[in-house]
C-alpha cells in the first residue's frame, strides 16, 4: 500500500519560494516514476512534474521554468522546488506513485498518492 507524506507547504507571497518534500512508503521506490498533482479551489486535478528513475524531469506548462523535481533513491524522497510563485499555483500538493502526464483513471491517482500538502501564495 502506498504511503506518500508531504511536507513542505505554507503561506507565501507572490514571487516567493518553498520546497516541498514527500517521504514514500509501502512500495519500491526505485523503478517507478514519481508526480506532483495539485488542485486548486473548485478544480480538479491538475498535473504538475513528474521524475523518472533515470531522473529524467517534466514539466507542466504552467510551472515550466519555475519548478524544479528531484528524487532521492536513498531515502524514497522526492521534491518540489517552487521558485517565483503565483497566486494561481494556490492548491494542495499531492505527491504520487505513477507518471499522470495527458489522461489517466482518477481512481489510480487517488491510490497513489499522500493526503497532500497546502500551497497557500498570497500577498
Known amino acids: 500500500e502506498v504511503q506518500n507524506v508531504e511536507s513542505g507547504g505554507g503561506m507565501v507571497q507572490p514571487g516567493g519560494s518553498l520546497k516541498l518534500s514527500c517521504v514514500a512508503s509501502?512500495?519500491?521506490?526505485?523503478?517507478?516514476?514519481m508526480s506532483w498533482v495539485r488542485q486548486g479551489p473548485g478544480r480538479g486535478p491538475e498535473w504538475v512534474s513528474t521524475i523518472k528513475s533515470s531522473g529524467l524531469s517534466y514539466y507542466s506548462d504552467s510551472v515550466k521554468g519555475r519548478f524544479t523535481i528531484y528524487r532521492y533513491n536513498a531515502n524514497n524522497t522526492v521534491s518540489l522546488l517552487m521558485t517565483n510563485l503565483e497566486p494561481e499555483d494556490t492548491a494542495l500538493y499531492y505527491c504520487?506513485?505513477?507518471?499522470?502526464?495527458?489522461?489517466?483513471?482518477?481512481?489510480?491517482?487517488?491510490?497513489?498518492r499522500g493526503q497532500g500538502t497546502q500551497v497557500t501564495v498570497s500577498s
Open positions: 509501502g512500495f519500491e521506490f526505485l523503478p517507478y516514476p
Open positions: 504520487a506513485r505513477g507518471d499522470y502526464r495527458g489522461s489517466y483513471d482518477s481512481r489510480i491517482l487517488d491510490r497513489n
